[in-house]
Nanobody, 126 residues
Framework: QVQLVESGGGLVQPGGSLRLSCAAS????????MGWYRQVPGKQRELVAT???????NYADAVKGRFTISRDNGKHTVYLQMNSLKPEDTAVYYC????????????????????WGQGTQVTVSS
């Protein structure tokens, strides 16, 4: 069993900052990519930022220069520092873990698949 728990969402003013965190727990051997997606009502879920275990990053054009993703592989935790927030950033932000490998009871590596967090609301408004 793997769980992703997000925290750090809330209400901020335009131009403000917020830091999201997401911790994966379970018998995890490795996670290929961790990242953040966001979704608003009536829209498709969209990529915000991802990072591989080798720290290669991918950002949506809308957040480049404002958001920074970071990751602690040892803690299986990913962060999203959001600066210069805009009302258009308002959404539910979901943590994602892609291609999770776990350990069986005899320590064999086995694929566990992909996981999503429950989401955390970010609202940017004056």
């Amino acid at each position: 069993q793997v769980q992703l728990v997000e925290s750090g969402g809330g209400l901020v003013q335009p131009g403000g900052s917020l830091r999201l965190s997401c911790a994966a727990s379970g018998s995890i051997f490795s996670i290929n990519a961790m990242g953040w997606y966001r979704q608003v009502p009536g829209k498709q879920r969209e990529l915000v930022a991802t990072m591989t275990s080798a720290h290669s990053t991918n950002y949506a054009d809308a957040v480049k220069g404002r958001f920074t993703i970071s990751r602690d592989n040892g803690k299986h935790t990913v962060y999203l520092q959001m600066n210069s927030l805009k009302p258009e950033d308002t959404a539910v932000y979901y943590c994602n873990a892609d291609t999770v490998l776990g350990l069986s009871s005899n320590f064999a590596v086995q694929p566990l698949g992909d996981y999503w967090g429950q989401g955390t609301q970010v609202t940017v408004s004056s």
